[in-house]
């Protein structure tokens, strides 16, 4: 059995060329995408729930992206399927703009340290990235349970002025994630009875 690798290091060389091709998706129907997706237990939900679908894991793991696809095509699931490919570099080329419907960004950054804060996912590139790829009403869901990361991340997003954050400026969600799915991460964190924190925003134009 191939080992998973807990981190990979999105800085080291080999992750920080631009390597991605544009992925193929579907002419007509919903797109939906989750950067950073692991072993993609949200959107295996999403998938299996919305068949009608496309949903498409980004994920810097290899054998993490080999084990999502495997796993795809082993439960019939036509609409699911992860690709390999670091957010912060090749997010541009994988996607087409005015194309995706929804942007999943699960509990991102497992990076403590003061030190790692610079491979942080979320950055204002990744943000004016994320605003071209979305279609008009699109959404870009963030969740964390680690509120200083929420809070960095809504500083960032509050800046783009083509997304508007769908509770109000520098709101959090209120209620359950709306999206009716969850990740491992939020599993592990509803068991041990952690907070979750949760913004919405959508695409103005
Ligand atoms: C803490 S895990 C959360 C996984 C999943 N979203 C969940 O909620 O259970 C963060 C995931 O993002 C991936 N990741 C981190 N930086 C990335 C990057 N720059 N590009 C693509 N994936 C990345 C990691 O390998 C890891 O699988």
Redo the contacts with the bound molecule.
């Keep these: 059995m191939r080992r998973i690798r807990n981190?990979?290091n999105?800085l080291k060389t080999a992750?920080a060329t631009p390597q991605a091709q544009r992925v193929a998706l579907p002419e007509v129907g919903e797109v939906e995408v989750?950067?950073?997706?692991?072993?993609a237990?949200?959107l295996f939900q999403r998938a299996a729930a919305n068949p009608g679908v496309t949903c498409l894991g980004?994920?810097?793991?290899e054998e993490?992206v080999d084990d999502v696809n495997l796993r795809a095509r082993e439960g019939g699931l036509q609409n699911l399927r992860a690709v390999f490919?670091?957010?912060?570099v090749d997010l541009d080329a994988l996607l087409p703009d005015l194309r995706i419907d929804r942007i999943?960004l699960?509990?991102?950054?497992?990076w403590f340290k003061r030190r790692h804060h610079k491979?942080r996912?979320l950055t204002d590139e990744v943000v004016d990235v994320i605003h071209r790829k979305l279609v008009p009403g699109g959404a870009l869901l963030f969740?964390s349970d680690v509120f200083e990361l929420a809070l960095e991340a809504m500083a960032v997003l509050e800046e783009a002025e083509l997304l508007a954050n769908a509770r109000g400026p520098w709101s959090f969600l209120k209620a359950e994630n709306p999206f009716q799915a969850r990740?491992?991460?939020?599993d592990r964190c509803a068991a041990r009875g952690m907070a979750i924190w949760r913004m919405l925003y959508t695409r103005a134009a």
């Excluded at 980004?58 to 793991?61: K, L, N, Q, T």
């Excluded at 490919?85 to 912060?88: E, K, R």
């Excluded at 990740?183 to 939020?186: C, D, G, I, K, T």
């Design positions: 981190h990979v999105p992750y989750e950067l950073g997706c692991a072993d237990q949200f980004v994920e810097i793991r993490l490919a670091n957010v912060n999943f699960n509990f991102p950054d497992p491979r996912v969740q990740s491992l991460r939020e």
